[in-house]
């Protein structure tokens, strides 16, 4: 028999386990249905962000704008249908806003070699920008009964699952498909693992990058419909929350490391429960906002610290102006 090794993934679940059983004894309210049905909700949409932001880590990058990829198409989307646009009219602008927009990224750190913490926080600040500038006349807009055909995506269930979570299992299947079965989720990881050696043995280095912010994009959005459709509504201030955090939190506690070249959807899986979970239980309990951004700093401080010991970077695999 294999010997039994304690890897991070397994750790973050035994914790996951024992936070979870610990509040559902000790916590009033946290194993009601109501309140595991938010969690489930909430923690699915954090998920599908999850998925976006791994592949792009385990590309050797990390994308600050996703948060605004989740606000701004969406609400578009909501905006041009409730200014009297049709939906095929409204979803095909934010398509297009949303493809500009992830190739721009893409395009910026994979031929101008900008880093990507910078692009993304640039392109991120100038997104949500643009939306408040231009597109919505509030700051919450409102589902309109037009795009009630395309609520099926946040709301309801299937086979007694709500439906934001049957999306992020839908993500979580395509995303391992990518990753594990086709050519082009190898090169990502051969991308993550050492740039200049998957270069030099001729993988097309550059259009990988590209193609990773694309999807980065692409799932940021989606999430904004799911969460549009399943609170009826798009918070478009979003983007000032600490959200982008939360999905980083995710990934790295997760063990997917920021060295680039492992991890997978398994590990979103086990962060993103932990990560949720953690965040329900401080809400009932009643601890400021401000308490809650201490305490995710604090374990996102100790997160990359675990990261950086177990993952070192070398010679052969540092980069220079990397992440």
């Given at each position: ?15 996951f386990v ?27 949409i954090l ?22 990829a989740l ?253």
């Open positions: 028999m294999k010997k039994f090794r304690f890897t991070q993934e397994r750790i973050v679940f035994a914790i024992a936070l979870f059983i610990c509040l559902s004894v000790f916590l009033d309210g946290f194993f009601r249905f109501d309140n595991l049905l938010t969690l489930v909700q909430n923690v699915a998920g599908i962000l999850g998925l976006g932001m791994s592949v792009v880590v385990i590309g050797r990058g990390i994308d600050i704008s996703m948060i605004a606000a701004v198409p969406p609400g578009l989307v909501l905006q041009m249908v409730q200014d009297g646009h049709s939906p095929a009219t409204a979803c095909c602008a934010a398509l297009a806003l949303v493809l500009v927009f992830g190739l721009v990224n893409g395009w910026l750190i994979a031929y101008a070699e900008v880093p990507s913490l910078f692009v993304t926080l640039a392109s991120g600040l100038f997104l949500a920008g643009l939306g408040q500038v231009a597109f919505f006349q509030l700051d919450v807009v409102q589902w309109p009964a037009e795009l009630d055909s395309l609520a099926w995506f946040g709301r309801g269930t299937l086979a007694g699952a709500p439906m934001p979570v049957v999306m992020f299992a839908l993500a979580a299947f395509g995303m391992t498909v990518f990753l594990r079965r086709l050519c082009l989720g190898s090169f990502v990881y051969a991308q993550g693992d050492n740039p200049l050696a998957a270069r030099a043995t001729g993988l097309p280095s550059r259009p990988v990058i590209l193609l990773q912010y694309l999807a980065s994009a692409l799932i940021g959005a989606f999430a904004g419909m799911v969460m549009a459709a399943s609170v009826n509504s798009m918070p478009t201030r979003v983007y000032n929350s600490t959200m982008v955090y939360d999905v980083v939190l995710v990934v790295v506690l997760g063990g997917i490391g920021l060295s680039g070249g492992r991890g997978g959807v398994g590990n979103v899986v086990i962060g993103m429960l932990l990560i949720g979970t953690m965040l329900n239980g401080l809400t009932i309990m009643d601890i400021s906002y401000s308490a809650q951004n201490i305490i995710k700093g604090v374990i996102l401080l100790a997160a990359i610290l675990i990261d950086t010991i177990l993952n070192p970077r070398n010679e052969e695999t540092a980069q220079q102006g990397d992440i």
